[in-house]
């Protein structure tokens, strides 16, 4: 048999909703229509792509990295096939949490002025890759380096980190915190998008438990009840204010690397351009 695009939407919609029958909704097609398209692509690629041996349906280690392929083949082939509007198509820039910190809003205004043809949508999804690997994005703002394969990045520039502190607790009132200050309670990690992990302590300072949150505002509003110290990049501070947070400098913590990203192989006509933009407004 071979492989159509159709099998790889319909691999992509159960990836996405973790679901066979919120697939076939999505797709407007019956549940065991998806379910043999799915049986009928497994057997095509020689390997089991979704576990469908748990109550919640989850991919496979090898389904995980078909994922990125599947969607980067119909991202593709939709550009492809969209020849006239390629020029004139927005340029996606994806990223989790506080884009460029600083220079967002004068790169913003460049593009504007400098390429009027190509508007520049910038999309804020809580993705590790912030939507690139999955072919939602042209290109994305990443913080903290990338080890996906397959993306190509540049370094725009680093951001000092500061903490992330309940506005009515005992370390707000300090000028600038340690981690050894955060390690009493349990820190907030972001396990979708975020850069923090218990690795950034020392090994025998480190905080006894973590709060998982899987995206940047019920991290806010967790801190904010009280459930833990978050630590984050600096321009979180400026861009995510929250009346029951408080931030402050951590000045010994290293700091964080923030990256422009894209996609291996042939993408959007301007991604050249906002490359070397970005790099021009960021000093990098």
Same mark, same amino acid.
């Given at each position: 048999?071979?492989?159509?695009?159709?099998?790889?939407?319909?691999?992509?919609?159960?990836?996405?909703?973790?679901?066979?029958?919120?697939?076939?909704?999505?797709?407007?097609?019956?549940?065991?229509?998806?379910?043999?398209?799915?049986?009928?692509?497994?057997?095509?690629?020689?390997?089991?792509?979704?576990?469908?041996?748990?109550?919640?349906?989850?991919?496979?280690?090898?389904?995980?990295?078909?994922?990125?392929?599947?969607?980067?083949?119909?991202?593709?082939?939709?550009?492809?096939?969209?020849?006239?509007?390629?020029?004139?198509?927005?340029?996606?820039?994806?990223?989790?949490?506080?884009?460029?910190?600083?220079?967002?809003?004068?790169?913003?205004?460049?593009?504007?002025?400098?390429?009027?043809?190509?508007?520049?949508?910038?999309?804020?999804?809580?993705?590790?890759?912030?939507?690139?690997?999955?072919?939602?994005?042209?290109?994305?703002?990443?913080?903290?380096?990338?080890?996906?394969?397959?993306?190509?990045?540049?370094?725009?520039?680093?951001?000092?980190?500061?903490?992330?502190?309940?506005?009515?607790?005992? +370390? !707000?009132? %300090?000028?600038?915190?340690?981690?050894?200050? =955060?390690?009493?309670?349990?820190? &907030?990690?972001? #396990? *979708?998008? /975020?850069?923090?992990?218990?690795?950034?302590?020392?090994?025998?300072?480190?905080?006894?438990?973590?709060?998982?949150?899987?995206?940047?505002?019920?991290?806010?509003?967790?801190?904010?009840?009280?459930?833990?110290?978050?630590?984050?990049?600096?321009?979180?501070?400026?861009?995510?204010?929250?009346?029951?947070?408080?931030?402050?400098?951590?000045?010994?913590?290293?700091?964080?690397?923030?990256? +422009? !990203?894209? %996609?291996?192989?042939?993408?959007?006509?301007? =991604?050249?351009?906002?490359?070397? &933009?970005?790099? #021009? *407004?960021? /000093?990098?």
């Amino acid at each position: 048999m071979s492989i159509e695009l159709r099998h790889l939407r319909c691999f992509l919609a159960i990836a996405e909703e973790s679901s066979v029958t919120r697939a076939a909704v999505r797709l407007n097609l019956s549940q065991p229509a998806v379910s043999r398209t799915l049986a009928a692509l497994e057997k095509h690629v020689g390997a089991r792509l979704v576990d469908r041996s748990t109550h919640h349906l989850e991919l496979t280690a090898e389904g995980r990295a078909f994922r990125e392929k599947a969607a980067a083949a119909v991202s593709a082939f939709e550009d492809a096939v969209d020849t006239d509007a390629l020029r004139h198509r927005p340029l996606r820039l994806g990223h989790a949490w506080s884009a460029l910190g600083p220079y967002t809003t004068p790169l913003l205004r460049r593009w504007e002025a400098e390429h009027p043809e190509t508007p520049l949508e910038l999309l804020r999804i809580d993705d590790r890759t912030a939507g690139l690997t999955r072919g939602e994005v042209d290109a994305a703002v990443l913080r903290g380096g990338s080890a996906t394969p397959g993306l190509h990045a540049v370094r725009l520039f680093e951001e000092p980190r500061v903490a992330a502190v309940t506005a009515d607790g005992p +370390l !707000a009132h %300090r000028p600038t915190l340690t981690l050894r200050d =955060l390690a009493s309670g349990p820190v &907030l990690v972001n #396990e *979708v998008s /975020g850069i923090t992990t218990l690795d950034l302590w020392p090994p025998d300072a480190r905080p006894p438990s973590t709060v998982n949150v899987t995206n940047t505002d019920d991290w806010l509003a967790a801190i904010a009840a009280g459930r833990g110290a978050g630590v984050s990049a600096a321009s979180t501070a400026t861009l995510h204010q929250h009346p029951g947070v408080r931030y402050r400098p951590l000045p010994e913590a290293p700091p964080v690397p923030v990256l +422009l !990203a894209w %996609r291996a192989g042939p993408g959007h006509p301007a =991604l050249v351009y906002l490359v070397a &933009l970005a790099q #021009e *407004v960021c /000093g990098a």
